[in-house]
């Protein structure tokens, strides 16, 4: 599976690729403008430039299919073809979506609530699908059915598309998304340090290092 970390802050970034084996990076306007000011794109080149080999993926926010293909080309000639470009799985984000894809570009197919709309966009050729799980479980949309469903279809046709799952709450949803058969999940580096410090994991440690002394004294 791949892990990703959902966020635009620099050090929170630096962070987790030090301690976690991180896959890529996601973002979207929304992640992007809680780390204001900054020059768009130069935070998006210092982005990528962190990812080094690992995939990075950018949400395209136009809602017509012209605009998103000029948001496309600018992104292409920003930070070149290898950018994952976050297509919303509307009428015209698919249009969108299969005009990249016979281009050469990648898309990370987004904004999935339900599974018609994965599977037109592993028809189209999406590269990545991203279903919003904790938005799906707020409108009371059961997303591991979903996550499941469409993991049966890509295996059962042979579709190379993969389910990056995302739009987390709490780490049961991240667990759940896996074990339905997500290929990738991208978390926001503040859930997944709550994640890794546990109380219960942290007294353990704790009671090994106390004793590890006593151990070592002989006594």
């Known amino acids: 599976m791949e892990f990703m970390l959902d966020s635009a802050n620099l050090k929170d970034l630096e962070h987790g690729m030090k301690y976690y084996p991180v896959d890529g990076v996601t973002t979207n306007p929304s992640i992007l403008k809680a780390d204001l000011p900054f020059d768009y794109f130069e935070q998006l080149k210092a982005i990528k430039a962190l990812c080094g080999a690992r995939t990075m993926h950018v949400q395209l926010a136009a809602e017509d299919f012209d605009g998103m293909m000029a948001e496309a080309e600018e992104i292409w000639q920003q930070l070149g073809k290898d950018v994952y470009l976050k297509i919303p799985v509307t009428e015209e984000g698919v249009r969108a979506i299969k005009e990249v894809k016979s281009r050469g570009g990648y898309v990370t197919a987004t904004a999935i609530y339900y599974p018609f709309q994965g599977i037109m966009a592993i028809h189209a050729g999406a590269d990545y699908l991203a ?89």
């Open 131 to 219: 279903p919003y799980c904790n938005r799906m479980e707020n409108n009371d949309i059961d997303f591991v059915t979903i996550i499941e469903q469409l993991r049966d279809l890509i295996d059962r046709d042979g579709y190379k598309a993969k389910i990056l799952a995302a739009s987390f709450k709490n780490v049961r949803q991240v667990t759940a998304a896996i074990y339905a058969g997500a290929h990738c999940v991208t978390i926001q580096p503040a859930l997944l340090k709550t994640a890794m410090h546990s109380a219960l994991v942290s007294d353990a440690v704790a009671a090994f290092s106390k004793d590890y002394k006593t151990v070592r004294q002989g006594k």
